[in-house]
T-cell receptor, first 112, second 114 residues
Framework: GQNIDQPTEMTATEGAIVQINCTYQ??????LFWYQQHAGEAPTFLSY????GLEEKGRFSSFLSRSKGYSYLLLKELQMKDSASYLC?????????????FGAGTRLAVHP | GAVVSQHPSRVICKSGTSVKIECRSL??????MFWYRQFPKQSLMLMAT?????????EQGVEKDKFLINHASLTLSTLTVTSAHPEDSSFYIC??????????FGPGTRLTVL
């Protein structure tokens, strides 16, 4: 079956760094996505990893290890507006329609 | 990134009526769109994959006769919730795929069935 695990909740302080982990077990692998979702809004795309290693994009970085079925999203210089849910999603198929399997999401609360 | 719109953003209807939700890709063509449902504090659950010019592919447990999907053009997919009941109340989100993999999401539609 398909299984994606990430912590339910995390808290952090404004200006700090936080790492949100995601582990996955899927029937195939064609890439891993991170999305940010504020309450009552649709998810917004943050990053995409298909090869091992670290992808840096401003304050956000995402890491992937395919052999370990593991990814993390690193948020630096946290701001209050970063309080949101962070969704890890895996595309388990290559070709075809490439649907995404989502984890349950990690709710991050940033405090002053 | 690519822009996807949804209409309406919020709808309240009586039990037994049907509701249509539109999903449009505004600045790109999408041969594939996806429909998700999200209950409070839960993650997105894929309902169906909408393919332009062909029948939608539904996930296990999703009734295709209740959730009608039409993908009439490369920029428009519609989801119709037929004979809606209170348990259908949820946040419905569509996404459109640009390129090989990345999905961009619409702003969502909050459906409340009384």
């Amino acid at each position: 079956g398909q299984n994606i695990d990430q912590p339910t909740e995390m808290t952090a302080t404004e200006g700090a760094i936080v790492q949100i982990n995601c582990t996955y077990q899927t029937s195939g692998f064609n890439g891993l996505f991170w999305y940010q979702q504020h309450a009552g809004e649709a998810p917004t795309f943050l990053s995409y990893n298909v090869l091992d290693g670290l992808e840096e994009k401003g304050r956000f970085s995402s890491f992937l290890s395919r052999s370990k079925g593991y990814s993390y999203l690193l948020l630096k210089e946290l701001q209050m507006k970063d309080s949101a849910s962070y969704l890890c999603a895996v595309s388990p198929f290559s070709g075809g329609y490439n649907k995404l399997i989502f984890g349950a999401g990690t709710r991050l609360a940033v405090h002053p | 990134g690519a822009v996807v719109s949804q209409h309406p953003s919020r709808v309240i209807c009586k039990s037994g009526t049907s509701v249509k939700i539109e999903c449009r890709s505004l600045d790109f063509q999408a041969t594939t769109m996806f429909w998700y449902r999200q209950f409070p504090k839960q993650s997105l659950m894929l309902m169906a994959t909408s393919n332009e010019g062909s029948k939608a592919t539904y996930e296990q447990g999703v009734e295709k006769d209740k959730f009608l999907i039409n993908h009439a053009s490369l920029t428009l997919s519609t989801l119709t919730v037929t004979s809606a009941h209170p348990e259908d109340s949820s946040f419905y989100i569509c996404s459109a795929r640009q390129g090989a993999d990345t999905q961009y999401f619409g702003p969502g539609t909050r459906l409340t069935v009384l």
